[in-house]
Structure formats: structure tokens, C-alpha cells
């Protein structure tokens, strides 16, 4: 059983799926950082000093003047700017991974197809079948030569 698990682990697809995952959380961080730390805040410039990060309607009846506040009263929340966030991320995400495929996809060779088998009509059917046969597949009628 052992051996049988080992094989499947290592099993190149196993490998390459386990490398993606492990590479794409990271990536997944980076892109984190760029939305939250780079893009968000000349954004919130932009649309007149709003941090993302910290919009939220508060469905309590006390106020609060930070998300973090009211997490730490335990009041419910929409974290609406939190929301925003994530859809940037995975915006630039699968931008980026449309970039890749794009490019990974320009080097793949290209399938060449081969040239389709000379066919001609059944006498008795009218089904398409090989010029070398001699009999039709379909009505296995003998053909004539």
C-alpha cells in the first residue's frame, strides 16, 4: 500500500499540482499586497481619502468608527470595503493567469491534423466508408468492385 501511495505522489502530475498550488498561494500574497498596499491607497486619494479596508455598515445599534472597533465589540458587519478588496485581487489574479496561459500557449507546438482517409458512398446505404472496403460497416452489404 505504501509503494502504491509513494507511485501515486510521485507521480509527475501529483508534483506539478502540488508546485501550482504552493506557487500560486504565494503568488495570491503578492497580489494581496499590490491591491492593498499599492493600488488601494492613491485610489482612496482618488475618491477622496477612502481606505477600503476600513468601510463597512454596521448592522448594530451602537456606532463604531473603525472596522476594527467594531470586530473587537463583536458587532455585525457588512465588510463591504473588504468585499471590493477581494474583487481586485481576484481581478488582477486571473489577469495574470490569462497572461501566462496566453503566453505558455504561444511555445505549446501547434496540432497539425491529418489529412482525412479518402471515403466514398455506400451503394446500398449511401454511408461513408473507406475506398478500400469491401464491405459496408453499416449494411455489411458486399460492394461492388
Same mark, same amino acid.
Given at each position: 500500500?505504501?509503494?502504491?501511495?509513494?507511485?501515486?505522489?510521485?507521480?509527475?502530475?501529483?508534483?506539478?499540482?502540488?508546485?501550482?498550488?504552493?506557487?500560486?498561494?504565494?503568488?495570491?500574497?503578492?497580489?494581496?499586497?499590490?491591491?492593498?498596499?499599492?493600488?488601494?491607497?492613491?485610489?482612496?486619494?482618488?475618491?477622496?481619502?477612502?481606505?477600503?479596508?476600513?468601510?463597512?455598515?454596521?448592522?448594530?445599534?451602537?456606532?463604531?468608527?473603525?472596522?476594527?472597533?467594531?470586530? %473587537? @465589540?463583536? @458587532?455585525?458587519?457588512?465588510?463591504?470595503?473588504?468585499?471590493?478588496?477581494?474583487?481586485?485581487?481576484?481581478?488582477?489574479?486571473?489577469? @495574470?493567469?490569462?497572461?501566462?496561459?496566453?503566453?505558455?500557449?504561444?511555445?505549446?507546438?501547434?496540432?497539425?491534423?491529418?489529412? @482525412?482517409?479518402?471515403?466514398?458512398?455506400?451503394?446500398?446505404?449511401?454511408?461513408?466508408?473507406?475506398?478500400?472496403?469491401?464491405?459496408?460497416?453499416?449494411?455489411?452489404?458486399?460492394?461492388? %468492385?
Amino acid at each position: 500500500m505504501w509503494k502504491d501511495f509513494r507511485d501515486f505522489a510521485m507521480r509527475g502530475n501529483v508534483v506539478d499540482l502540488a508546485v501550482g498550488i504552493i506557487i500560486g498561494a504565494a503568488f495570491g500574497k503578492i497580489v494581496t499586497s499590490l491591491v492593498n498596499d499599492v493600488l488601494m491607497p492613491p485610489l482612496g486619494v482618488v475618491l477622496g481619502r477612502v481606505d477600503f479596508s476600513n468601510l463597512f455598515i454596521n448592522l448594530s445599534p451602537k456606532h463604531y468608527e473603525s472596522l476594527t472597533e467594531a470586530k %473587537a @465589540a463583536g @458587532a455585525a458587519t457588512i465588510n463591504y470595503g473588504l468585499f471590493i478588496n477581494n474583487i481586485l485581487d481576484f481581478v488582477i489574479v486571473a489577469f @495574470a493567469v490569462y497572461l501566462l496561459v496566453r503566453q505558455v500557449n504561444r511555445f505549446m507546438p501547434k496540432k497539425v491534423e491529418a489529412p @482525412a482517409k479518402p471515403t466514398k458512398e455506400c451503394t446500398y446505404c449511401k454511408s461513408p466508408i473507406a475506398v478500400e472496403a469491401t464491405r459496408c460497416p453499416h449494411c455489411t452489404s458486399n460492394l461492388p %468492385a
